[in-house]
């Protein structure tokens, strides 16, 4: 609910105060949040493959795919987790990704957010153009600034815009795919291109730049990304007016339809 972080919505302090008000017996609202928060941000014991796996999501275009992980800790320490280099190889070899995004929040000691990214990928050229638009991106802006990093398959970064969440950064990722089927013109399934330059990423990054700065758009062949959760069900919410209309009769209604279909083409017309 701190305005600072840029999350909470008039419809979220609405239902907040409905309930604070329902349950006048509950701790402060300040105490319950330290507790939840003190158990999401505790990795202790948790393996590389299980902080990634904790609170993650995945992005597909034409057979390429990238994993996006929440990483609840300083990315620096992160970075100096004990075979780091080997496990990230292993998840995403494992669980069939060409890269892996790990955005990484944790509280200084101000007590003020701090959001870092780190871009996993073995294939140079996805590499440079997903670092490429995250790098260029105005809509949000990032504002990254690079840091140090343990490999050249690796490029981190401090995020200077700390409101954006990886909820907002889905839609960069997926441009991000599209500009690299564009730049490379390769066939579909195939992860990576031998010979492509960083100045020919960095062309075809231009050439594409409005469309990928200005308007977050979905290619029409490609299926829509699918809704992510949200903290609450607010106005933008896929969900907020309840869930789509599906049951099972809907689904045999239209495999009779189709079976009837079929049966009808095979069969000769009765005169």
């Known amino acids: 609910m701190d305005a600072k972080i840029g999350k909470a919505t008039l419809k979220d302090s609405k239902y907040v105060e409905k309930l604070e008000a329902l349950f006048p017996d509950l701790p402060r609202r300040e105490d319950i949040f330290d507790s939840l928060q003190k158990a999401k941000f505790d990795v202790s014991g948790l393996t590389t493959e299980q902080m990634l796996r904790k609170d993650q999501k995945a ?5 390429t795919k990238v994993a996006i992980s929440a990483i609840y800790m300083d990315l620096e320490a992160f970075l100096q987790r004990l075979d780091l280099l080997e496990d990230l190889s292993a998840f995403c070899h494992e669980h069939s990704y060409d890269a892996l995004v790990a955005m990484t929040i944790f509280f200084n000691t101000h007590n003020e957010p701090v959001r870092q990214l780190a871009i996993f990928c073995p294939h140079s050229a996805l590499r440079m153009t997903i670092c ?17 990093s343990i490999s050249p398959d690796l490029q981190a970064y401090l995020q200077g815009n700390t409101q954006v969440s990886r909820k907002k950064l889905l839609p960069v990722l997926q441009e991000a795919l599209s500009a690299y089927f564009g730049s490379t013109k390769m066939p579909s399934g195939q992860p990576g291109v031998v010979g492509v330059s960083r100045e020919q990423v960095d062309k075809e990054l231009d050439r594409a730049g409005n469309s990928l700065i200005s308007g977050l758009s979905q290619d029409e062949e490609d299926p829509p990304l699918p809704p992510t959760p949200m903290n609450s069900l607010v106005d933008e919410c896929p969900l ?3 869930l789509p209309k599906l049951s099972a009769e809907a689904v045999f209604e239209k ?8 049966a009808a083409g095979a069969c000769p017309s009765n005169k």
């Open 255 to 262: 495999c009779s339809q189709i079976s009837l279909s079929q």
């Open 240 to 242: 907020d007016q309840g």
């Open 132 to 148: 490429g638009v995250l790098e260029q991106s105005t809509s949000p802006p990032l504002k990254l600034t690079p840091i140090p």
């Open 59 to 63: 992005i597909y275009r034409q057979g």
